[in-house]
C-alpha cells in the first residue's frame, strides 16, 4: 500500500500569519469594527463561518452577510500573497522528497479553493499534489476530520496509512479523529498546545520520507 501525506497550507506550507491577521483587519476595519491580535490568535485555523460565530456568539449574522464579509477578506488575503508570498522554510524541498521517494501526496484546508490555489501555483508544485480538500468542500470544519478523510479518499489511501502535517491544535485534532498520524510543525502554537500530536518538529527540515513512512508503520 502506497503511503501518503496530506498537508494543511497555512503555517504549513506558507508564513500566512501576517498575511490573514491584515486581511482581517483591513476588512473589519472597512465596516468600522475592531479586530485585534489576540481574537486572532483564538481562531487561527478555523474555517471563517466558525470564526465568525466564536467571535459573535448570539449575534444576528445572516449567512449572506458572513459570505459576504468572508468573501472580502479572503480577496483582500489573496491581494496581500500576490504581491508578498512567503513559503514555509523546507516546505518545498520536503514536498519534492516525498513526491520522488513515491507518497501520495494532498492537501486538506480550511481555507477557500482561491486562496489554496493560489498558494500551490506561488509554489510552484501545484502538480504534485494529487488531492486538494479546501474549505468548500467539507459541511464540518477542523477539528471535525471530514477535511483529512475526504483528502484519503481522493488519494485512494486508506487513513492509517497517511500522515497529516499541520500546525494548529484543531488540525491535530481532526487528523488524530481521522486515525491519521499526525505531525506538528512549531510556528505560531505553543507545544503544549500541540502534545497530542504523533510527533513535533520545529520545521520541515526535521522531516524525511523515511523518517514520516517510520511514523505511519509505528502508528
Not at 69 to 79: A, F, I, P, T, W
Not at 143 to 158: D, N, T, Y
Not at 178 to 194: D, H, P, Y
Request: proline residues 5%; contains cysteine; hydrophobic residues 40%.
Amino acid at each position: 500500500m502506497p503511503l501518503a501525506v496530506i498537508f494543511d497550507v497555512d503555517g504549513v506550507l506558507t508564513d500566512s500569519y501576517i498575511p490573514h491577521y491584515k486581511s482581517w483587519e483591513r476588512m473589519f476595519g472597512e465596516i468600522g469594527v475592531e479586530f485585534n491580535d489576540e481574537q486572532f490568535r483564538g481562531t487561527f485555523g478555523r474555517t471563517n463561518r466558525d470564526i465568525f460565530a466564536q467571535l459573535y456568539p448570539g449575534e444576528t449574522m445572516t449567512a449572506e452577510w458572513t459570505k459576504e464579509l468572508g468573501d472580502r477578506k479572503e480577496e483582500l488575503y489573496r491581494e496581500i500573497i500576490s504581491e508578498n508570498f512567503t513559503p514555509l522554510p523546507g516546505a518545498v524541498e520536503l514536498i519534492d522528497a516525498l513526491s520522488a521517494a513515491g507518497f501520495k501526496l494532498g492537501v486538506g484546508s480550511s481555507g477557500p479553493p482561491e486562496n489554496v490555489r493560489l498558494t500551490l501555483e506561488k509554489l510552484g508544485r501545484a502538480d504534485r499534489f494529487d488531492a486538494v480538500v479546501t474549505g468548500a468542500d467539507v459541511t464540518h470544519g477542523k477539528p471535525h476530520p471530514e477535511v483529512f478523510l475526504k483528502a484519503a479518499e481522493r488519494l485512494g489511501i486508506s487513513p492509517e496509512y497517511c500522515a497529516v502535517i499541520e500546525d494548529a491544535p484543531q488540525g491535530i485534532e481532526a487528523a488524530n479523529a481521522a486515525g491519521m498520524t499526525s505531525i506538528a510543525v512549531l510556528g505560531t502554537t505553543t507545544r503544549e498546545k500541540l502534545a497530542h500530536a504523533t510527533l513535533i518538529v520545529a520545521g520541515h527540515h526535521e522531516l524525511t520520507p523515511e523518517r514520516i513512512a517510520e511514523l505511519i508503520g509505528a502508528h
